[in-house]
Nanobody, 117 residues
Framework: QVRLVESGGDLVQPGGSLRLSCAAS????????MAWYRQAPGKQREPVAI???????IYADSVKGRFTISRDNTKNSVYLQMNSLKPEDTAIYYC???????????WGQGTQVTVSS
């Protein structure tokens, strides 16, 4: 059973920083990629940052230069460092684990990030 648990969401002022964490119940090396997605009210869920097992990280244009995804295989954890936060970053942030074969996606329950003065 794969379980992903996010933490670190909070209310922060514009320009502030937050670090989200995602702890997996299994070794994350089993997955082809780990990622962070977000869903704002009234909008579709969108990818924010993707970290493949091999290769470079991929970021949404809206967060490039501000967000950094990283992983710690020894802790089966993935992180999202978010700097220079903007009100438009307000959303529920979800951790994702993706497997190519068999094709499957696993999701956490989400953590709320609110950027407001």
């Amino acid at each position: 059973q794969v379980r992903l648990v996010e933490s670190g969401g909070d209310l922060v002022q514009p320009g502030g920083s937050l670090r989200l964490s995602c702890a997996a119940s299994v070794t994350i090396f089993n997955f082809n990629s780990m990622a962070w997605y977000r869903q704002a009210p009234g909008k579709q869920r969108e990818p924010v940052a993707i970290l493949p097992n091999t290769g470079s990280s991929i970021y949404a244009d809206s967060v490039k230069g501000r967000f950094t995804i990283s992983r710690d295989n020894t802790k089966n954890s993935v992180y999202l460092q978010m700097n220079s936060l903007k009100p438009e970053d307000t959303a529920i942030y979800y951790c994702n684990a993706h497997k190519n074969a068999p094709l499957n996606d696993y999701w956490g329950q989400g953590t709320q990030v609110t950027v407001s003065s």
